[in-house]
């Protein structure tokens, strides 16, 4: 299938089997998979613990001291590019660009926005002389900033902060890169301001087939925003498919409990607490990393990891997700392996 | 909640405002007002939200309240006596009976103390002596908040965030307070335990029967939370009502852009995500007339030149828009707004 989207023209971000774990040995991402298609948004969800961003830096090269990868690999259109370094690695950064969380932190307060843009576009060799500062301009006028000759001018602490995450994806954008990876872009940010954000990274997903990896907590942005998800819970993907599929009918224990917890605007019941703290684990990962805040987990849970089922595009890696919800008395233990066997199979 | 006709409010504010005077004597900054008379009145029991962007004054009139901060102009009320001169032993048996929960509790705590013992400093401060012993009141407030005494022992860094802001929260209940003012207490926290606060605070307050404000950014937790809700634009209250009719019927357009920016798991068909334009102004420069007339679809000439009052739009709720009364208050949509 990958092959045959690379022929029409379709380029992909993947990793495969993912596994991040720190020095002294706890691992913190388990075997991802995710994979992003370029002109699309896939939203990556997951709560603090959950290797979310963990996940993001391994696929930008930029894994933090003392986190190491066991095993796994990070794909750029089907090429390995995991533990690339000087020029390949340079190349890997000219196609995928990141904005993270905090924008303001992320700019040097000595800089201006054009001394910053300048830096961005000669680095990437993507403008050079003078054509830099038209290239500045042209890049601010292209994220919402007209009064680009004011801003190039100002320094970080002049800017709002809707303004500096602007300059950040102008910045990430000067690589002209086929993929944007943005962590929490807008959870600094006030709603009306993440409104705005929000519909630039749609534009230039439209416009110009940026594929973008969007991590985020909130899954009002997921639906609003995404074609697929991929949930993850203590470094382990819980819950893959179409974002609309699996906010409507979440077959995961984890992703439905997720979805209560959020409160809604104009929902009338209150939202349900999930009962304990993501940092809540089972000793050595020995189980399903939900299990102790499941409210459906069985014996199974805590002694042996589910397998990622996968049916119509969708999977979810739980021991009971295939057996009704609402009738806790017909479980059967025993028959699980068969069950996941069963339906690993599927096409 | 329904008090008689002659008893006053617990909190009331009136003609509250907060003037900064930026620089020193001679500098050409201009004053930031950062409230500007502000009405507003809480009843005993009752959880009023404020909301409103960053930067629109809204922590500022929270600290000035409980006292915190002193008012440059109007003044606030506890059950009728104005918290202005007042002497000072009043003003401390006061303070008492008013507490602030803050958003970030790593900053709150004492990281070198165990938070049994943070827990109930209040008490001595306040030189409440349980009738027990220091224990017991650790006991029974950690039990009230839902942790386990055996926590007492330990220190902020070993706690979870959730845990901590328990901490928090079980400190400002020490003194059984008429009045707590909760400063973004769920922002810092993941989504599954923030309905666990969510629920905490709704319990504890139905318990005890405390009032409080619960300062947000967040419409939708604030839905959750509050009976009433005050929406703040640049120093001023620009919107004021229960929070199920005003999150639902938004009568100010800023209301309206805020309900419409939150991000929805269903949004009804032709309910798109609404872009305000441009961010909100600095309250250095407050624009003339109503404040927020440079980002207003609806404005019109009289919108630049004179200010709104908040004024009554129906039953329990208020707006200050020269056009609200004329407007039927509606669901916000696109059109209503500038794209």
Same mark, same amino acid.
């Given at each position: 299938?990958?092959?045959?989207?690379?022929?029409?023209?379709?380029?992909?971000?993947?990793?495969?089997?993912?596994?991040?774990?720190?020095?002294?040995?706890?691992?913190?991402?388990?075997?991802?998979?995710?994979?992003?298609?370029?002109?699309?948004?896939?939203?990556?969800?997951?709560?603090?613990?959950?290797?979310?961003?963990?996940?993001?830096?391994?696929?930008?090269?930029?894994?933090?001291?003392?986190?190491?990868?066991?095993?796994?690999?990070?794909?750029?259109?089907?090429?390995?590019?995991?533990?690339?370094?000087?020029?390949?690695?340079?190349?890997?950064?000219?196609?995928?660009?990141?904005?993270?969380?905090?924008?303001?932190?992320?700019?040097?307060?000595?800089?201006?926005?054009?001394?910053?843009?300048?830096?961005?576009?000669?680095?990437?060799?993507?403008?050079?002389?003078?054509?830099?500062?038209?290239?500045?301009?042209?890049?601010?006028?292209?994220?919402?900033?007209?009064?680009?000759?004011?801003?190039?001018?100002?320094?970080?602490?002049?800017?709002?902060?809707?303004?500096?995450?602007?300059?950040?994806?102008?910045?990430?954008?000067?690589?002209?890169?086929?993929?944007?990876?943005?962590?929490? +872009?807008?959870?600094?940010?006030?709603?009306?301001?993440?409104?705005?954000?929000?519909?630039?990274?749609?534009?230039?997903?439209?416009?110009?087939?940026?594929?973008?990896?969007?991590?985020?907590?909130?899954?009002?942005?997921?639906?609003?925003?995404?074609?697929?998800?991929?949930?993850?819970?203590?470094?382990?993907?819980?819950?893959?498919?179409?974002?609309?599929?699996?906010?409507?009918?979440?077959?995961?224990?984890?992703?439905?409990?997720?979805?209560?917890?959020?409160?809604?605007?104009?929902?009338?019941? +209150?939202?349900?607490?999930?009962?304990?703290?993501?940092?809540?684990?089972?000793?050595?990962?020995?189980?399903? +990393?939900?299990?102790?805040?499941?409210?459906?987990?069985?014996?199974?849970?805590?002694?042996?990891?589910?397998?990622?089922?996968?049916?119509?595009?969708?999977?979810?890696?739980?021991?009971?997700?295939?057996?009704?919800?609402?009738?806790?008395?017909?479980?059967?233990?025993?028959?699980? +392996?068969?069950?996941?066997?069963?339906?690993?199979?599927?096409? | 909640?329904?008090?008689?006709?002659?008893?006053?409010?617990?909190?009331?504010?009136?003609?509250?405002?907060?003037?900064?005077?930026?620089?020193?004597?001679?500098?050409?900054?201009?004053?930031?007002?950062?409230?500007?008379?502000?009405?507003?009145?809480?009843?005993?029991?009752?959880?009023?939200?404020?909301?409103?962007?960053?930067?629109?004054?809204?922590?500022?009139?929270?600290?000035?309240?409980?006292?915190?901060?002193?008012?440059?102009?109007?003044?606030?009320?506890?059950?009728?006596?104005?918290?202005?001169?007042?002497?000072?032993?009043?003003?401390?048996?006061?303070?008492?009976?008013?507490?602030?929960?803050?958003?970030?509790?790593?900053?709150?705590?004492?990281?070198?103390? *165990?938070?049994?013992?943070?827990?109930?400093?209040?008490?001595?401060?306040?030189?409440?002596?349980?009738?027990?012993?220091?224990?017991?009141?650790?006991?029974?407030?950690?039990?009230?908040?839902?942790?386990?005494?055996?926590?007492?022992?330990?220190?902020?860094?070993?706690?979870?965030?959730?845990?901590?802001?328990?901490?928090?929260?079980?400190?400002?209940?020490?003194?059984?307070?008429?009045?707590?003012?909760?400063?973004?207490?769920?922002?810092?926290?993941?989504?599954?335990?923030?309905?666990?606060?969510?629920?905490?605070?709704?319990?504890?307050?139905?318990?005890?029967?405390?009032?409080?404000?619960?300062?947000?950014?967040?419409?939708?937790?604030?839905?959750?939370?509050?009976?009433?809700?005050?929406?703040?634009?640049?120093?001023?209250?620009?919107?004021?009502?229960?929070?199920?009719?005003?999150?639902?019927?938004?009568?100010? *357009?800023?209301?309206?852009?805020?309900?419409?920016?939150?991000?929805?798991?269903?949004?009804?068909?032709?309910?798109?995500?609404?872009?305000?334009?441009?961010? *909100?102004?600095?309250?250095?420069?407050?624009?003339?007339?109503?404040?927020?007339?440079?980002?207003?679809?609806?404005?019109?000439?009289?919108?630049?030149?004179?200010?709104?009052?908040?004024?009554?739009?129906?039953?329990?709720?208020?707006?200050?828009?020269?056009?609200?009364?004329?407007?039927?208050?509606?669901?916000?949509?696109?059109?209503?707004?500038?794209?």
């Amino acid at each position: 299938m990958a092959g045959s989207e690379r022929q029409r023209g379709v380029s992909l971000l993947e990793a495969r089997g993912l596994t991040l774990a720190s020095r002294s040995g706890e691992v913190l991402v388990d075997g991802v998979d995710l994979t992003v298609r370029s002109g699309e948004i896939l939203a990556l969800v997951g709560e603090s613990g959950s290797g979310k961003s963990l996940t993001a830096l391994a696929l930008l090269g930029l894994l933090p001291e003392g986190i190491v990868r066991l095993e796994g690999q990070v794909l750029l259109d089907g090429v390995e590019v995991t533990g690339l370094s000087g020029r390949h690695a340079a190349l890997r950064g000219r196609c995928i660009a990141s904005i993270f969380q905090d924008p303001q932190a992320s700019l040097d307060p000595r800089w201006t926005v054009g001394r910053y843009l300048g830096a961005q576009f000669r680095r990437h060799g993507t403008a050079a002389g003078r054509a830099v500062a038209q290239a500045s301009a042209e890049m601010l006028a292209r994220v919402g900033l007209a009064d680009s000759r004011r801003i190039l001018r100002a320094y970080p602490h002049e800017l709002s902060g809707g303004m500096a995450q602007r300059v950040m994806i102008a910045g990430a954008l000067a690589a002209d890169p086929r993929f944007l990876v943005a962590d929490e +872009p807008t959870t600094a940010l006030d709603v009306t301001t993440q409104s705005q954000i929000l519909d630039l990274l749609e534009e230039l997903q439209a416009e110009s087939g940026l594929g973008i990896l969007l991590i985020t907590h909130d899954l009002g942005i997921v639906a609003e925003m995404a074609r697929r998800v991929v949930v993850l819970y203590g470094g382990k993907v819980m819950e893959t498919g179409a974002a609309d599929a699996v906010l409507a009918a979440p077959r995961h224990p984890y992703t439905r409990a997720l979805l209560a917890s959020m409160p809604d605007i104009e929902a009338l019941q +209150p939202p349900r607490p999930i009962p304990g703290t993501p940092g809540d684990r089972l000793p050595a990962a020995s189980g399903c +990393p939900f299990q102790p805040r499941c409210g459906e987990a069985i014996g199974d849970c805590a002694v042996r990891p589910p397998v990622l089922a996968r049916h119509d595009g969708r999977s979810w890696a739980c021991h009971r997700t295939e057996l009704p919800p609402t009738q806790p008395e017909l479980r059967r233990p025993h028959q699980q +392996p068969i069950r996941e066997r069963a339906l690993v199979s599927l096409p | 909640m329904s008090p008689s006709l002659e008893a006053p409010p617990l909190v009331q504010a009136l003609g509250l405002s907060r003037i900064y005077s930026a620089g020193g004597w001679f500098s050409a900054a201009p004053p930031v007002a950062a409230v500007g008379k502000v009405d507003l009145a809480v009843e005993r029991g009752e959880m009023l939200a404020i909301v409103g962007e960053s930067g629109c004054g809204k922590s500022t009139l929270g600290r000035l309240l409980l006292g915190l901060e002193p008012a440059s102009a109007g003044e606030v009320r506890f059950e009728g006596r104005s918290l202005q001169g007042l002497p000072a032993r009043e003003q401390r048996a006061l303070r008492a009976r008013m507490q602030l929960v803050f958003q970030n509790p790593m900053a709150a705590l004492d990281p070198r103390l *165990p938070v049994g013992a943070q827990v109930v400093e209040p008490l001595t401060i306040h030189r409440m002596p349980e009738a027990g012993s220091d224990r017991l009141a650790v006991e029974q407030l950690f039990a009230a908040v839902g942790l386990s005494a055996e926590l007492a022992g330990r220190f902020p860094h070993q706690l979870s965030g959730g845990q901590r802001q328990r901490v928090v929260i079980a400190r400002a209940l020490a003194t059984e307070p008429d009045f707590v003012v909760f400063d973004e207490p769920v922002s810092a926290l993941d989504v599954s335990v923030q309905a666990q606060i969510i629920a905490l605070i709704r319990g504890l307050q139905r318990e005890r029967g405390f009032a409080g404000i619960f300062i947000s950014h967040d419409l939708r937790v604030v839905r959750h939370i509050a009976d009433r809700v005050a929406v703040m634009y640049l120093g001023r209250i620009v919107e004021e009502g229960p929070v199920a009719s005003v999150l639902a019927t938004p009568a100010h *357009p800023y209301t309206q852009a805020l309900v419409a920016s939150v991000p929805r798991l269903k949004r009804a068909a032709g309910q798109a995500r609404l872009r305000l334009e441009g961010d *909100p102004p600095s309250a250095s420069t407050i624009p003339t007339g109503c404040a927020f007339h440079p980002r207003c679809a609806a404005a019109q000439t009289i919108c630049r030149s004179e200010r709104p009052a908040l004024s009554a739009t129906a039953p329990e709720r208020s707006s200050a828009c020269h056009f609200s009364a004329t407007r039927e208050p509606a669901a916000p949509s696109l059109e209503s707004m500038r794209l």
